[in-house]
């Protein structure tokens, strides 16, 4: 695991946005992992000006989402769905068949998990993973206890969870209250992962996820085992890791990180 601070959240989605489209790039049929949430808003806004200012393209990229509600159609204006529409699908240049996102809706959502986990495989496994951090450290919606090994299923959120989505939704009560999730196995199988995390509030489980023991009431400590994952952080939220000297020299001192200074 390798952790990268910026000085702000700007930095470091921006950060985040240029490895996304380096990747894209070096790729163009980059099967790409996506995560919804307040924090990855300000990524899709760049990609959405980099595809708009300098070309970046997306017409040969594939894409799954992690996550989505269970209960929700694909036109609520709070499904992942919509999410995606919003802020990057109708914005860029993606085949929208070449979009995935587990439907909530399913009349089988055993079946359509497994179906989910095929449809990942068929495409050749996801090549670059996006991740959000929850305030219970959950990735996905793997919420605590999830097992480290856990495939693409259904998951009861957690009341903090609940709690955290209930802004978007206006009354709590209307949060639903289980998603279809990527599992935290179906996520450690990505080539690269990438998680990005700002603000103050995601400082305490930013440290027990990237320096705490690993354990399945944190799904997040999973990406410990993860050969390629890079943590982004702004200062907030790397505010309570002990390493942060080590973190910051390797940026400043590696090649790899070169173009990226
Ligand atoms: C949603 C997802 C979640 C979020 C996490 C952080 O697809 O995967 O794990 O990334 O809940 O959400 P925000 O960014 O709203 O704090």
Redesign the pocket.
């Known amino acids: 695991m390798e952790v990268i601070i910026q000085q702000d959240a700007e930095a470091a989605s921006l950060l985040v946005a240029k490895l996304i489209a380096k990747a894209l790039r070096e790729n163009p049929f980059l099967v790409l992992g996506l ?6 808003e300000a990524v899709y806004a760049h990609l959405v000006r980099m595809h708009k200012e300098e070309g970046l393209d997306f017409s040969l990229c594939r894409t799954f989402n ?2 989505e509600y269970v209960g929700l159609p694909p036109d609520d204006p709070n499904s ?1 769905r919509q999410y995606m529409q919003r802020h990057l699908f109708s914005h860029v240049n993606i085949n929208p068949r070449m979009t995935h996102l587990p439907n909530g809706m399913a009349a089988d959502l055993d079946r359509e998990c497994d179906e989910y986990e095929k449809l990942i495989k068929r495409f050749g496994g996801v090549d670059l993973q996006l ?4 305030r219970d450290g ?4 793997n919420e605590p206890l999830s097992a480290l090994l856990s495939r693409t299923r259904v998951k009861a959120l957690t009341p903090t969870t609940v709690a ?1 989505n209930a802004i978007y939704f206006g009354d709590p009560h209307k949060v639903p209250r289980r998603a279809i999730t990527m599992g935290v196995g179906t996520i450690l199988d990505a080539r690269r992962c990438l998680l990005l995390a700002t603000g103050a509030h995601k400082a305490e489980i930013v440290a027990k996820a990237v320096e705490g023991p690993v354990t399945a009431m944190i799904s997040a400590t999973a990406l410990q085992l993860h050969p390629k994952c890079t943590v982004v952080v702004d200062e907030a939220a790397a505010s309570k890791l002990q390493g942060h000297e080590y973190y910051r020299w390797i940026f400043q001192t590696e090649p790899e990180w070169a173009e990226f200074r």
Do not use: E, V
């Open positions: 995560a919804t949430g307040g924090t990855m992690l996550d992942y991740l959000g951090i929850g959950h990735i996905g919606f955290q």
